[in-house]
């Protein structure tokens, strides 16, 4: 791969750097001029209070959508070329391009894939990513300065959690211009700095990942031109909870992606207890909590963005004096 070639001649930082320029460049040239095969939003759909689809965000209905088949493929392949090469990266870019391709099938569904299958193969992928960290890694973790010894068996039931609920708070996130994209980079860019030393060469991989954002929310950003969709939230989520597993502080997730949890996972918990129970639950409140804020509170969808990203922004300053304290 290209890495070993560089890495004689350039220190690894000025590498991450290339590559960041890279797929920022290519990713601003493609969706400036998005393919023409790439799908076209089809709306979006909330549950109300009485377990009914809601239709939401109509101004995005026709946009380009499923860009993040292009800006994800180009952020795997320039990983795979200017990261260290291993066979557990390999795996990994591997597993994340089926997230990709899963989310982009999705999108480009005439109708679209039901709750069932999805989740089916969103846990599928969840485990074949945890038995690879498991087969690579220990299930040792670190928690404010102490190193504990997760017993495998439980370790992996919750990284499968783990993964698979990242993966379905960060797409229920991505309702509104910017808001699934900025939050990211703002964590992937906190993950690269507080644990960049645990990390190790994975920095690259978060680093690489957010430049990539930074070029899709240039068109992303209200009014948008094009929409990630699920090939791009999906696999974002997917690595948002390996990056944290890699990191050694798999818990660290709970604060970094705080923003996502509350926003998207608080709708997810609040249709599982109403199909659950048969009765209302939160019935006051829209989620995700990005409708709430725009439906029902006459939030712009500048300001809804700008807030979200103030609240992860504290939310990382928080996380990095507790790893600084410990």
């Given at each position: ?9 350039i220190p690894d930082n000025i ?15 493609c969706m400036a001029k998005p ?242 129970t048969k009765k209302p639950f ?45």
């Amino acid at each position: 791969m290209l890495y070993s070639f560089l890495s004689n001649k350039i220190p690894d930082n000025i590498i991450i750097l290339i590559a960041s320029a890279i797929c920022f460049c290519l990713t601003y040239m493609c969706m400036a001029k998005p393919f023409s095969f790439l799908p076209r939003d089809g709306g979006k759909f909330v549950i109300d209070a009485n377990g009914k689809k809601v239709a939401v965000n109509e101004s995005s209905n026709g946009k380009v959508t499923g860009v993040g088949l292009i800006f994800i493929c180009l952020y795997l392949v320039l990983s795979l070329l200017f990261v260290p090469f291993s066979i557990e990266l390999l795996l990994y870019i591997i597993l994340a391009g089926f997230m990709m391709l899963t989310g982009y099938l999705d999108d480009a569904s005439k109708s679209p894939w039901g709750e069932l299958v999805k989740g089916v193969l969103d846990l599928l992928l969840a485990v074949l990513a945890v038995v690879v960290f498991l087969v690579f890694n220990s299930s040792d973790i670190s928690i404010l300065g102490y190193d504990k010894h997760i017993p495998i068996v439980i370790y992996a039931v919750l990284a499968v959690m783990l993964i698979w609920g990242s993966i379905n708070v960060t797409n229920c996130s991505d309702g509104v211009d910017g808001l699934c994209g900025t939050v990211s980079t703002i964590e992937l860019i906190a993950l690269a700095f507080i644990y960049g030393n645990d990390l190790k060469e994975y920095t690259g991989v978060a680093i690489i990942l957010a430049f990539a954002l930074v070029a899709y929310l240039a068109f992303n950003w209200n009014p948008s031109t094009v929409l990630m969709g699920d090939a791009g939230s999906r696999t974002i989520g997917f690595m948002l909870a390996l990056l944290c597993m890699k990191s050694g502080h798999p818990f660290s997730f709970i604060l970094l992606s705080f923003v996502f949890l509350f926003d998207g996972g608080l709708g997810l918990l609040k249709l599982a207890v109403m199909r659950v129970t048969k009765k209302p639950f939160l019935s006051k409140i829209r989620f995700p909590f990005h409708d709430e804020l725009r439906k029902n509170r006459g939030w712009k969808i500048p300001k809804i963005v700008v807030f979200f990203s103030i609240c992860e922004i504290i939310f990382a300053v928080i996380t990095g004096l507790i790893v600084k304290i410990a």
